[in-house]
């Protein structure tokens, strides 16, 4: 398997809240070039998930392996892209792309390979201007072409346009899916949205809460583009939410007797 994680646990230890257990009992495995989004409630562990696959967080019980290779640090086959786009204000846009390619290219080969992933994010007539004169749509894309550029096997992108308004991100949609097609990249992303998650993803895995565990494994057959009138959309989302709300719940009335605890 490409991607594999097996009975994969994490657990926080604090001095003043003692330990806690964020999931366990985590087996998951994902195809070369499949769409993989991570979904549930706030609490449940998708991002601390990517961030062990990225080698940003330590395992502390199980195992994850990328082509049979245990993932024990970061590393230039995984590409992370995050809710904030986290570029560099003091280079323009060619630059930012260009800057982890540095070690590992000569200056010409960076430039080169940091324009052909400007075009394909339809950003190449930018490429002069700065981070702060972009909007937030535009500078999501300048990270999706930084993290590319560096060919990575895994795309981790965690809720990459959860700060966008509607009309961005459903631009920005459709942009990923063209990538996704030409790149054939492998791709594990984290958000929130039920509908995000159905639109983009071949498959789309629920996350329970406290400790998190996978409660459901959707494979989504709807041919793309898809439709939100579709019916088979319409009644993957109501599974789904249905799924969620119970686990939605449970947090609530954690945090509401926690609360009168104190």
Request: aromatic residues 6%; proline residues 3%; hydrophobic residues 40%.
């Amino acid at each position: 398997m490409f991607l594999q994680m097996d009975k994969v646990g994490k657990t926080f230890n604090d001095k003043e809240e003692g330990s806690f257990e964020v999931f366990s009992d985590i087996d998951l495995s994902v195809e070369e070039n499949q769409f993989v989004s991570l979904l549930g409630p706030s609490g449940c562990g998708k991002s601390t998930l990517l961030s062990m696959v990225a080698g940003l967080e330590t395992v502390t019980e199980g195992s994850i392996k990328l082509e049979g290779e245990e993932i024990k640090k970061a590393g230039p086959d995984r590409g992370m892209v995050f809710q904030e786009a986290s570029l560099f204000p003091w280079l323009n846009v060619k630059e930012n792309v260009m800057f982890p390619l540095k070690q590992q290219l000569s200056k010409q080969e960076a430039s080169k390979r940091a324009d052909q992933f400007l075009q394909m994010v339809h950003l190449s007539r930018f490429k002069e201007n700065y981070t702060h004169e972009l909007s937030g749509g535009m500078q999501q894309r300048v990270a999706i072409a930084r993290a590319l550029a560096m060919d990575p096997k895994v795309l981790l992108m965690d809720e990459p346009f959860g700060a966008l308004d509607e009309q961005t991100r459903h631009i920005l949609h459709e942009e990923l899916m063209k990538i996704w097609q030409e790149t054939k990249k492998t791709i594990l992303f984290v958000t929130h949205s039920i509908q995000e998650a159905i639109k983009l993803s071949d498959r789309v895995i629920v996350m329970g809460t406290r400790p998190g565990k996978i409660i459901a494994d959707f494979k989504i057959d709807v041919p793309r583009p898809r439709k939100r009138d579709d019916e088979r959309v319409i009644e993957l989302e109501k599974k789904v939410m249905n799924l969620l709300e119970g686990e939605i719940n449970k947090v609530l009335k954690e945090e509401l007797s926690h609360e009168g605890s104190h």
